[in-house]
């Protein structure tokens, strides 16, 4: 399997993707580049690529690891089957394992990283202190740095759908007359059709991922989508997607099937109630593609009961999901600072005589 490591063309150096300048630098002599530089030297340069090794065995969890050469420093680079970006960690320099999104498994589109890790680190920092009762430690330098930018794989449905329904709604009108009231009681029947054209409805297509972290950053701008190329992921970490299409398409039919009779029936308000006799659905042109979406993650090992915490932020719109642990310390310091100066005063008011 072939490694890629861009390099610098005036030094050599590893270049690194950025995302708020969308273009590509070397930390070394400073240059920049822009995606069409990369992809003309990167011609010149090709057949340097790392060579793989035999597999390095499976990890406790069963999962099968990989072993490659870096083709920067010869060293040995282990990583998970699903691994597509990642850095050797001897030289530190990132390299892209393009056989891993090559074929069946090249991406179709890939949104780049809107913004760097400090930016993360600050958006990051500014939604936990919002938050009561979280230990000191998860402010920490140290813990804040573990945030990663991973490039997660996901399936993207694309369809146009028709539908139909037929129901029975009612109206009643009520008014006065002198020292009478009326009521009018009326029931109509009701046929609505129509068609929906959806897109982009995105499903995790990483078995190993939590889901309810990876599909609770979405949604993303799927208008700033980009063709598919390796070099959005330099500096960064990626994982190619190890579910199909097939295995999620019945949910997410199911869904879009019951979104458009939904929506057939909000066209029905001014009736009530409305009772459904007969709904028919059929969907044409489905589409699925396959996308590298930014996800920046952080991972926290709670204090006291060892247990571990996710977190994820959009890596374009900043938007987090994740569960924050609880300092028990701090709570209790809360509820003795105001028990116990209520308690005093409905002591000393004789209230608790």
């Known amino acids: 399997m072939a490694l890629v490591s861009y390099k610098c063309p005036n030094c050599g150096g590893a270049l690194t993707f950025h995302p708020e300048s969308k273009t590509f630098q070397c930390d070394y002599c ?22 793989p090794e035999e597999d390095a065995g499976t990890e406790p969890g069963g999962s099968r690891m990989v072993s490659y050469i870096c083709p920067s420093c010869g060293a040995q680079v282990v990583t998970g089957e699903t691994t597509a970006a990642a850095f050797c960690y001897y030289c530190h320099n990132p390299v892209v394992l393009s056989d891993q999104l090559s ?45 990663s930018g991973v490039y997660f794989p996901y399936l993207v ?28 009681h009326k029931k109509y029947r009701l046929e609505r059709g129509g068609e929906l054209d959806v897109k982009n409805m ?35 970490l990626a994982e190619r ?11 997410v039919e199911e869904e879009v099937k019951s979104y458009t009779v939904q929506n057939l029936m909000d066209g029905l308000s001014d009736y009530s109630p409305v009772r459904v006799e007969e709904s028919e659905t059929a969907i044409h042109d489905a589409k699925w593609q ?11 090992k709670g204090k006291e009961n060892g247990g571990m915490y996710y977190f994820a932020m959009n890596g374009q719109t900043g938007k987090i999901c994740g569960k924050l642990p609880v300092d028990k310390g701090r709570l209790c310091a809360l509820f ?18």
């Open 30 to 51: 400073l240059s920049e580049f822009t995606k069409e530089e990369i992809e003309e030297a990167a011609l010149k340069s090709e057949g340097s690529a790392g060579m």
């Open 103 to 147: 074929g069946e498994f090249q991406p179709d589109f890939v949104i780049p990283f809107a913004f760097d890790q400090k930016k993360a680190e600050e958006i990051f920092l500014g939604w936990i202190k919002k938050k009561r009762f979280v230990p000191k430690d998860f402010f920490s330098r140290d813990q804040i740095e573990k945030l």
């Open 157 to 184: 449905y694309s369809c146009r759908v028709e539908g139909k329904l037929q129901a029975e709604g009612e109206r009643q009108r009520t008014w006065r007359a002198g020292n009478i009231r009326y009521t009018e």
């Open 202 to 236: 995105t499903r995790n297509a990483l078995k190993k991922n939590n889901r309810a972290l990876v599909e609770g950053v979405l949604p993303f701008d799927m208008e700033k989508l980009q063709p598919f190329h390796t070099g959005f992921l330099s500096g960064f």
């Open 241 to 251: 997607r190890d579910m199909d299409s097939e295995e999620m398409t019945p949910e």
């Open 290 to 300: 396959y996308a590298l979406l930014p996800v920046w993650v952080l991972t926290y």
């Open 336 to 353: 003795a600072a105001v028990f116990f100066p209520v308690f005093l005063f409905l002591l000393a008011g004789g209230w608790l005589l």
